[in-house]
């Protein structure tokens, strides 16, 4: 299960109080960390979104200019749950510090660079925990950035060969 928490920083580069979102063990859908071009999205523009289960973090959301939007029920029966699209951009802008992804692995976590992230595309994730930083973007419009991961992911048949 997901859990969703909301921490307050200060940006001191623009005097404001932000609010932080820490999602732990999100289920990551629509992804596209290697920025491929698509229906919904231009070259290079790399992004991804989380499931929001929990309907009254989903509407606190929207209500502060979070682009949260309702995903279609798979059956008549079903709850009603919620998805926020985050960026991923290796850019620094202004004083912010850069965005990090971190691999964890038995005994060692691996930085994620630039080049090695598309692999998140198609790997099976088995538990993640992000820090999502707003970016207000119009008034009252915020757009979600990546600002910190931690993921584990399924290791594959051979990642044996190179222990030991």
């Not at 999205?41 to 509407?59: H, L, P």
Request: net charge negative.
């Amino acid at each position: 299960m997901a859990k969703f928490d909301i921490i307050r920083k200060e940006n001191h580069r623009r005097n404001v109080v932000e609010n932080y979102i820490i999602a732990e063990d999100a289920e990551i859908i629509f992804r596209n960390f290697a920025g491929a071009a698509g229906k919904y999205n231009d070259e290079g523009d790399r992004s991804f979104s989380i499931v929001i289960d929990d309907k009254d973090f989903a509407m606190m959301l929207r209500e502060q200019g979070w682009n949260v939007r309702q995903l279609r029920a798979r059956d008549e029966y079903e709850e009603p749950s919620y998805s926020l699209q985050i960026a991923v951009s290796y850019r620094r802008i202004g004083g912010i510090k850069p965005m990090e992804i971190m691999l964890l692995k038995p005994e060692v976590a691996i930085l994620v660079d630039e080049d090695m992230v598309a692999m998140l595309d198609y790997a099976t994730i088995t538990y993640s925990k992000l820090v999502i930083r707003p970016r207000e973007w119009e008034p009252g419009k915020i757009k979600a950035y990546l600002s910190e991961m931690d993921v584990q992911i399924e290791d594959s048949i051979l990642d044996h060969r190179y222990q030991d």
